[in-house]
């Protein structure tokens, strides 16, 4: 995914952006050649479109730049974060209702619930600390003039 943004200012080896085609697009998001920009726009938050990223050498404020993440990490991140604790919510839930007497199911279900979630929200913690996991969620910056639209030439 790829978008257009303007360098803003560069202080402390971080390039701040702002992202110029966030209101809309070609239209061809979806076809051969399309260069999806709606897609990062969406996945940067509907109220952020000014954020830091790190300087690339010859940028500078003023500059058109492109944004680019690389091909299935947004899926991947909400998979990890939300997909995650569903599938651990109801999991817990559902083994904790198995070892349940007949009078505190809903509290047996309530504690296997409550155990998935924190199983959760530590296995995203451990996620969010791999090195590997951030490199597959990074965001390149490159100079508009380096990066060519649309597919092949016929």
Do not use: H
């Not at 560069?10 to 992202?19: D, M, N």
């Not at 007497?101 to 809903?106: K, M, T, V």
């Not at 590997?132 to 910056?141: A, E, H, V």
């Amino acid at each position: 995914m790829q978008a257009r943004a303007r360098v803003l200012r560069v202080e402390r080896g971080k390039a701040w952006v702002k992202l110029s085609d966030k209101a809309g697009g070609c239209g061809r998001c979806d076809e051969p050649g399309g260069c999806r920009s709606m897609q990062i726009t969406q996945a940067l938050g509907a109220g952020k479109d000014e954020f830091a990223l790190p300087l690339v050498p010859g940028i500078g404020p003023g500059d058109d730049v492109v944004i680019s993440i690389p091909d299935g990490a947004a899926l991947r991140a909400a998979l990890a974060s939300y997909g995650l604790a569903t599938v651990l919510l109801v999991s817990g839930a559902g083994l904790g209702g198995l070892f349940a007497d007949g009078r505190s199911g809903d509290t047996y279900a309530l504690a296997g619930g409550l155990a998935g979630l924190l199983l959760a929200w530590a296995t995203n913690r451990v996620l969010a600390r791999s090195r590997n996991w951030r490199l597959g969620l990074r965001m390149d910056l490159a100079p508009a003039s380096a990066c060519v639209q649309g597919g092949p030439q016929r």
